[in-house]
């Protein structure tokens, strides 16, 4: 769509003989004889995996830093508008309308988005260009129950309703639960169809006897308290992500931008790992989704990786997304997982990687081992092992602090809470997974001086009776440290 401001009506009929040619998904204003490119770029703002390419570009002014200023840019504006949406499919329709230009979004959503075009885009495509944060287990994705709720897994959701939003990941993902425990979903559970808005609000009053979504909520619902996770996508190794799209005719006609873009998020990658908890706290300024839940996704041992890379486990989740939705009937039974191969384009991607001076290597290296480590903030001892690790945010410090094994933070704890110290939140790490848990929902093994922490207590049990040891949830643990606890002398807890 072309938009003419300020033209003088002696150049309104030329400017409508060539701007109908050149009608596409960005707005071209001419003012003064300066061109101004329209970058309308839709982001995700509460689905954390997608921070480093929408509000910490946005907010950090890095697109601006990488916009090209030089040749045929070199008499150029920029117009850069930004839009939050709670999910994918709204950002298709508008860059279908030619309203956006670069969208993210997760698998499902992008599969639908990619395959809608091909259809209705009027020979556009979107390209898909870059990963952002991705779990090749498919961490993040979860299905939730009220807090109080007897349900304590899956196969108790037998004859109950459960909302999810259709047509998600989180739609996918609680297909192959339910199967994966006999349960047929068309048959012995009522499925509806529910935002994360309704899904949380429902959970809260019980109105819903579970509730599957998407990053960030079955991680937030139970850190705001009134929900309770009975199943986390990891479970299935099914690898889940989200990533970024742009329609292939403003890619064509200003490469140099989406190049730039991708560098402005391949900073906000570095910025996110070089200050944690800081950006953290921005995140939750900007976009109100608390900083621990941040944190817990995008922090040293998260439940999300940031490598940018188009890498064959993502190719992988979105064929595996065609075929979930051709089985829910959202795709056309033509469309093949194959197809999505036609739109990936990584060509901007390693540009933007060259002109950084990075590597596609390094950046897969820096993601894979970006984990809890140092040295134990108690015994000073080093971190070996982030899967045995633990860590507190005591509200106020600037950094968590960081333990190698649960038992020190334990006692670290004991020592915190004696001398009036405020604690924000406990992370632990899944003792079989590695998976980061809020302590406070987590089950734990106590065998001696070992603790193993669990997401799930069957998982406990089960350690339990092969390696021996007590089950208990994190209150019962504090309450034994608490009773051997000597504010004299904190090694007089025997863990």
Known sequence: MIRLR?????????????????????????????????????????????????????????????????????DVSFKIEWSSYTSGPPITNKMLAGQLDIGMMGDFPATINMTTFQKKGGGVNTLFISTLGISPSGA??????????????????????????????????LLRALRGVGIDPNKD???????????GSNLKTGQIAAHANFVPFGELFPFKGFARKIFDGAQTGVPTMHGVLVRSDFAKENPEVVVAYLKAMLEANRLFRSQPEVMSAKIEKWTSVDKEVVYMFLGPSGLQMLDPSIRTVNI?????????????????????????????????LKRAIAEMRMTANGLQSEA??????????????????????????????????????????????????????????????DAG??????????????????????????????????????????SSLQKVASDQFSRKNISSVQF
Do not use: C
């Not at 480093?52 to 070199?74: A, D, F």
């Not at 559970?189 to 899904?199: I, Y």
């Not at 001696?448 to 922490?453: F, L, Y």
């Open 6 to 74: 300020n033209i003088p009506t002696s150049l309104f009929l030329v400017s409508m003989t060539w701007g109908l040619a050149l009608a596409n998904s960005y707005e071209v204003a001419i003012a003064q004889g300066k061109k101004t490119i329209r970058i309308a770029i839709g982001v995700q703002d509460q689905v954390i995996n997608t921070a480093t390419g929408g509000p910490i570009i946005r907010e950090e002014k890095l697109l601006e830093k990488y916009l090209p200023k030089s040749g045929k840019y070199q």
């Open 316 to 348: 992988n989740a979105l064929k595996g997304s065609v075929v979930t939705l051709k089985q829910l009937g959202r795709l056309e039974e033509s469309v093949k997982p194959d197809d999505v191969t036609k739109w990936i384009d990584d060509s901007f």
């Open 368 to 429: 894979v081992n970006y984990k809890i480590s140092g040295n134990d903030a108690l015994t000073k001892e080093p971190i070996r092992d982030a899967k045995k690790a633990a860590q507190i945010w005591v509200d106020g410090e600037p950094t968590i602090r960081k333990y190698a094994t649960i038992a020190n933070m334990i006692k670290a704890l004991q020592g915190l809470t004696s001398q009036g110290k405020k604690i924000g939140s406990i992370f632990v790490q």
């Open 433 to 474: 997974q590695g998976w980061k848990l809020f302590a406070s929902s987590s089950y734990f093994v106590r065998k001696g001086k070992e603790i193993s922490a669990f997401l799930l207590e069957k998982d406990a049990k089960d350690f339990a009776s092969k390696n021996g040891g007590q089950v208990s949830d994190f």
């Open 140 to 173: 993040g994705n979860a299905i939730m129950v009220p807090k109080d709720s007897p349900i304590r897994n899956i196969s108790d959701l037998r004859g109950k309703e459960v909302s999810v939003p259709f047509g998600s990941a989180a739609h996918g993902m």
């Open 189 to 199: 559970v009522k499925l509806v169809s529910q935002s994360p808005e309704v899904g």
